[in-house]
């Protein structure tokens, strides 16, 4: 038997303690109140329920601090074999608690150069891995300056950025200045938990132009293997929002095989040798090139539609990698398609109070699965990142691209009920 330390736990990330709980081990679950933004109560509860104990700490980033805790539990080095994280706020305190442990963990110096997206751009460039023009700034005339030589339009982000806090593409110095004058206001009202990941630096960076991949990399100690690719959709206003994925990801098998392989040589360069990684990468006129690694496996409803698919559970597949299994040789083998798509409001929006409660409902005989929040009365925020989503909707098929078109279809079809702008889907892949 075997001892996992969890570094908090996300909704779908429940899975990995449950897998291994089945398989035995032994589970404890670190946790904070500065997370619960992140994971619904019920999740929650079921994560705490399964786990042998959970120790809440108000700061989970001082590893002394949770050293000190598990020791008052009489858990101390030596009797820990790995601790991870689901959580991409929590992957450096995961791997910084397993270094201090001794107990198997992603290498602390890479989930640190991944995160930081100036570092990590250094590295590829140290490297020869192709990637993007880019300029680490604190300050608007930095920026200005950065993005002169880099050329218009850019991209500008917080160097440890998360959830698409404070992104923004920019076509015109004026779009700098926008930018900083909004950060502030952003910052202000931002979730602590979120806030505390970010200083000042922010990375401005050659704008990719393309279609958006992402790929789920896993890596035992020595093989780093590309379990699935997957088609992204981005906001059709603003790129820069994330609205579900695709699987498979459409891509003829000799340019997914260079995707995985591209993906792969980024997660080996940066150190990220245990554990499974979430990279994001376009594909534009020049190559694929990076738009972000990610030192954790992916969040939102990805996993689940990968489940959908390949009949394989990439949280089962994470906690073996850090029980000290060999990653899989090859991708995992596709045996259906799965489309999800987020439901956000477009604009501040309120859902009509003469709705019926159940009116999401209506929609489920068209679904495989999703969800929504959005009660009759409820005000609703304008999407500006991951955690302003009400809701999910997902169909599984034989074909991704009529998936695809399913889910955009029943996605126009709830705006229509509701009355009111969702964030609409960048046309790609039939989506719309
Ligand atoms: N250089 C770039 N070129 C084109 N698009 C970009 C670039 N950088 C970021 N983007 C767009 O902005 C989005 C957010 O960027 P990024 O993934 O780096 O931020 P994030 O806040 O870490 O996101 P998350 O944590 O949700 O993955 C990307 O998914 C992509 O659509
Ligand atoms: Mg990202």
Redesign the pocket.
Do not use: D
């Given at each position: 038997m075997a001892h996992l330390v969890f570094v908090e736990i996300t909704a779908l990330g429940v899975q990995s303690i449950a897998h291994a709980k089945r398989l035995g081990h032994e589970v404890t679950l670190l946790r904070s109140p500065l997370y619960d933004f992140v994971t619904p109560p019920a999740e929650r509860a079921q994560a705490e329920q399964l786990a042998d104990r959970t120790l809440h700490s108000d700061d989970l980033q001082d590893a002394g601090r949770l050293l000190g805790l598990l020791h008052e539990h009489g858990i101390g080095p030596g009797d820990v074999d790995a601790v991870l994280s689901t959580l991409?706020l929590c992957v450096l305190a995961a791997a910084r608690l397993a270094e201090r442990l001794g107990a198997r963990g992603t290498p602390y110096e890479a989930v640190a150069a991944a995160r930081d997206?100036g570092r990590c751009r250094e590295i590829l460039r140290e490297r020869g891995v192709p990637s993007?023009g880019f300029a680490v700034v604190t300050t608007l005339p930095e920026a200005l300056e950065a993005a002169a030589g880099i050329g218009y339009p850019v991209?500008i982000?917080p160097v440890s950025?998360?959830?698409?806090?404070v992104?923004s593409?920019v076509e015109t110095p004026d779009g700098l200045r926008a930018h900083f004058a909004a950060a502030a206001e952003e910052l202000r009202s931002m979730q602590p938990g979120l806030a505390a990941e970010l200083d000042e630096r922010y990375i401005v960076?050659?704008?990719?132009?393309g279609e958006?991949y992402s790929v789920e990399v896993a890596a035992d100690g020595e093989r780093f293997t590309p379990l699935v690719a997957v088609g992204?959709k981005?906001g059709r206003d603003n790129?820069?929002l994330?609205l579900g994925c695709t699987v498979p990801s459409g891509l003829p098998a000799a340019e997914e095989a260079e995707l995985g392989g591209y993906a792969a040589r980024v997660c080996e360069v940066l150190g990220l040798d245990l554990g499974i990684f979430?990279v994001?990468v376009?594909r534009t006129a020049k190559g694929f090139r990076l738009?972000?690694a990610?030192p954790r496996i992916s969040?939102g409803s990805l996993p689940d539609s990968v489940r959908m698919a390949t009949d394989h559970n990439v949280f089962e597949i994470l906690v073996d990698l850090f029980l000290g299994a060999p990653a899989p040789a090859h991708p995992l083998p596709w045996r259906r398609a799965a489309s999800h798509t987020f439901l956000a409001a477009a604009r501040d929006a309120v859902v009509p109070g003469d709705l019926p409660a159940d009116w999401f409902e209506e929609f489920r005989p068209r679904l495989h699965s999703g969800w929504s929040r959005a009660e009759p009365g409820a005000r609703l925020r304008a999407m500006n990142?991951?955690f302003d989503t009400f809701g999910m909707i997902r169909v599984v098929g034989d074909d991704a691209d009529r998936a695809a078109e399913e889910v955009a279809a029943v996605r126009r079809d709830i705006e229509k009920r509701l009355g009111f702008a969702l964030t609409a889907v960048a046309e790609a892949r039939g989506d719309g």
């Open positions: 991409s997206k993007l991209v982000k950025g998360v959830g698409k806090a992104t593409i960076e050659e704008l990719a132009v958006l992204r981005m790129p820069v994330e979430h994001e376009m738009v972000e990610n969040g990142g991951n």
